[in-house]
């Protein structure tokens, strides 16, 4: 059940961007500044998954230290 939780909110996500997207280019000048703003963001995001995700120490603290 809570993984088609997950899968469903990542659809309307999904969703939801592109027409965020599909928005700031048809605002084509101004939009170009939204546009950038959602890739700028993206980059980051994309970072901080690389970085958690090649952290060993953070694995290790979250399969061994008491809940």
Same mark, same amino acid.
């Given at each position: 059940m809570e993984n088609i939780g997950y899968?469903?909110?990542a659809i309307v996500a999904a969703i939801w961007l592109v027409? @965020? !997207?599909a928005g700031t280019?048809?605002?084509?000048?101004?939009?170009l500044v939204g546009l950038t703003?959602?890739?700028?963001?993206g980059f980051l995001f994309a970072? @901080? !998954?690389?970085?958690?995700?090649?952290n060993k120490e953070d694995d290790h603290?979250?399969?061994?230290v008491d809940k």
């Open positions: 899968i469903l909110l027409m @965020v !997207i280019v048809m605002a084509f000048p101004w939009g703003t959602i890739a700028g963001f970072k @901080v !998954i690389k970085e958690r995700l090649e603290y979250s399969k061994t």
